[in-house]
């Protein structure tokens, strides 16, 4: 009785492990443009003007100003498009943002400096779980479960424009 109790039992566990993927779907209306506020620490996904969904968010460990070069801790100011998909993330799952433009390139370059790069929108690793807001070298933050909802949300090719 004993055997088919514990059997019965991992069965279960192992059933509800299945489930749970940090890839979800989404059928509703298409994200047209993300709008991320730096200053309210906000990000909106957008249906033209509708906002969809927002949701609070950390920022490069030094949140004011436009990033400028690589390792300045900066989130980048303007528009840019989303451009890319990290399943395998080490901040569980993360999009990418098409910074550095060629504007952003060129004054790094008169400056003799590197852009930087690699600027995304992830979750969190556990050593962050529990730390501060503004913890990123440069990318914006949001919850797992809230980047499992954008991962499903937002396409390449959206736009995203990140103001001060």
């Not at 801790?73 to 989303?82: A, D, H, N, Q, S």
């Amino acid at each position: 009785m004993r055997i088919l109790r514990f059997l019965a039992i991992t069965l279960i566990l192992v059933s509800v492990a299945g489930c749970s993927s940090k890839f979800r779907t989404y059928n509703g209306p298409e994200v047209t443009h993300v709008v991320v506020n730096k200053g309210d620490r906000a990000m909106y996904l957008l249906h033209h003007e509708q906002v969809l969904k927002s949701y609070r968010i950390g920022l490069g460990f030094a949140p004011f100003g436009h990033k400028r070069f690589e390792g300045d801790g900066r989130t980048p100011e303007g528009t840019y498009v989303i451009d890319r998909r990290n399943p395998n993330s080490e901040f569980h799952l993360s999009i990418g943002v098409s910074y550095p433009n060629a504007a952003d390139h060129a004054y790094a370059s008169s400056k003799g400096r590197s852009p930087g790069g690699d600027i995304f929108i992830h979750g969190r690793p556990s050593k962050n779980r529990n730390g501060g807001q503004d913890w990123t070298a440069g990318c914006i933050a949001v919850t797992n479960r809230e980047i499992e909802e954008v991962y499903a949300m937002v396409r390449n090719g959206t736009p995203i424009t990140i103001n001060p």
